[in-house]
């Protein structure tokens, strides 16, 4: 939206602000450009084995040849169904227990090292373990996303949650409010930017845990073929996997982003 | 004479720390009457605070009585800050304590209307409260408190977080506004002058822990505003007084 400038002076000052964004997006693109051409420089001209570093061109191959045998559909449907259920099941989640934890102050009190604990810990380390407990099946992976993304959530959202009753209490107090429309009322809505904060780190997070599961465990998925690849010394399809991952994954972090602009005033 | 609202006999409290225990009043006396503006005033810390909460309920007296000479009497209290939630607009907060106590009807909604409207807050109504200064901020305030219809107002150091422009025409108003609305108040302050230019007596405290040191009736003409009584020359002989009681 252009707003329409008042004076010569604000018109300048309009135009200056254009220019200075145009000139950041023009570097941004300009970066991955570079980046991208001196890699593909360096693999024609044998600055390095292409065999070890890939290049632009194979990695585009790569990800064509996948698309022709069908299978390029198959691994980003898989890991994007993992990564979309850990994400959401676990900011649910954790969401649910910062209220339990927010409705009984002593239960908070008394979980509080364990939650600290939990959330230094990890959580890829218990990797072995849900594989042993649950099998060697998707459903382990999507747990390793729910882990991942859980405690955080759990943590960022509570931490808001008490920040904002510590402010309006006496207030709601004062006007005689019960505990359900002190959190309905004040909390809640007050908290809302920080489900927002955890989103985004969470969003993060459950592609940390479903790769970490796919490469324990996984027969399908982005992270499988990293693993394959890299043991059977195919880096151009690592290479490919990582840059789908890539793409993927900003792809995630946006849509949330959108949705803060949609939610927040 | 007016008839008695309120009475506080022999109201004692004390808080326990860690440390120990402190106590914030003693054996404290006090009386409002209908329609009466009464002013608490008290070194800080002396537990002023802690009698806005007694009555209010919020707290149990350790000793002695709050009676209310009126059934189902209604309470309102302002506090310091002005508490207004930003992801209501200015109207839904006013409405707050409506809502909270489930009264929120037709009319109420219509009187926080009226009052929105009467005190020059009408075109705000759709803002966020971000937009208002803290002046206007700490107003609609006050009309979320007084939308409660309260028979006793309660006003907790209302305008300690102001700039000092802002509190002298503040304090005008929230007077003019009290008037108005026939309320009866009780303001808590450790300004002299605040409590001399708005109210008809002056219940002087001691350091903790409190008690009613003196009480100074105040007469002024009853038209006369804040700020016009802070020129009249009686307001000083009633400044000392205060002053002295305070220092004993």
């Known amino acids: ?265 | 004479m007016p008839s008695e609202l309120m009475t506080l006999s022999g109201v004692s409290h004390s808080f326990c720390t860690v440390a120990g225990e402190t106590a914030a009043i003693q054996n404290l006396n006090l009386t409002v009457s209908e329609g009466e503006f009464l002013a608490i005033v008290g070194p800080s810390g002396c537990g002023k605070t802690t009698v806005l909460s007694l009555i209010m309920g919020l707290m149990q007296p350790s000793a002695g009585s709050i009676r209310f000479h009126k059934p189902d009497l209604r309470l309102g209290y302002m506090l310091q800050r002005d508490h207004l939630l930003e992801h209501r607009t200015v109207e839904k907060n006013v409405l707050l304590g409506l809502e909270v106590q489930h009264r929120l009807t037709e009319q109420s909604r219509a009187l926080a209307n009226r009052l929105l409207d009467t005190y020059g807050l009408g075109e705000f109504r759709a803002y966020k409260p971000s937009q208002l200064s803290g002046g206007m901020r700490q107003k609609v305030a006050l009309i979320r408190t007084l939308a409660l219809e309260p028979d006793l107002l309660l006003l907790d150091e209302p305008f300690s977080a102001l700039d000092y422009q802002t509190r002298l025409n503040l304090s005008d108003e929230v007077y003019r506004i009290i008037r108005g609305e026939r309320k009866t108040a009780i303001l808590v302050t450790h300004d002299i002058s605040e409590a001399a230019s708005m109210a008809d007596r002056v219940a002087v405290f001691s350091a903790r822990p409190a008690t009613v040191r003196d009480t100074i009736p105040i007469r002024f003409p009853a038209e006369l505003s804040p700020l016009e009584r802070r020129r009249q020359p009686d307001f000083t002989v009633y400044f000392d007084r205060i002053w002295e009681a305070l220092h004993i």
């Not at chain 1, 200075?20 to 991208?36: D, F, N, Q, S, T």
């Not at chain 1, 409010?177 to 809302?192: D, H, R, Y």
């Not at chain 1, 990293?226 to 789908?244: C, R």
């Open chain 1, 1 to 265: 939206m252009r707003t329409k400038p008042v004076s010569s002076a604000h018109a300048a000052y309009l135009r200056h602000l254009r220019r200075e964004a145009r000139a950041v997006r023009l570097c941004r693109i300009g970066i991955l450009a570079g980046v991208l051409l001196l890699w593909e420089l360096g693999a024609v001209l044998h600055w390095f084995d292409p065999f070890i570093l890939s290049s632009p061109s194979r990695v585009a191959q790569t990800i064509a040849r996948l698309y022709a045998d069908g299978s390029l559909w198959l691994h980003i449907g898989t890991t994007l169904l993992e990564t979309v259920l850990g994400f959401l099941a676990g900011t649910a989640l954790g969401a649910l227990v910062a209220v339990l934890l927010w409705w009984l102050p002593r239960l908070n009190r008394i979980l509080d090292p364990y939650l600290v604990v939990l959330n230094a810990l990890p959580k890829i380390a218990l990797g072995p373990v849900l594989i042993v407990w649950i099998g060697a099946g998707m459903a382990s992976i999507v747990v390793m996303g729910i882990l991942v993304s859980l405690v955080v959530t759990t943590v960022t959202v509570l931490n808001g949650f008490l920040a904002a009753t510590d402010e309006k209490q006496l207030l709601m107090r004062t006007l005689g409010a019960t505990k359900l429309q002190i959190f309905t009322k004040v909390v809640l809505p007050a908290g809302v930017p920080d489900l927002i904060a955890a989103l985004k780190i969470s969003v993060g997070m459950s592609w940390v845990g479903v790769i970490v599961g796919e490469y324990l465990v996984s027969k399908a998925g982005l992270g499988y073929l990293i693993v394959y690849g890299g043991q059977v010394f195919k880096l151009d399809l690592v290479m490919a996997s990582v840059t789908i991952l890539c793409v993927l994954a900003a792809l995630m972090y946006y849509a949330v982003a959108f949705l803060e602009k949609k939610v927040r005033p």
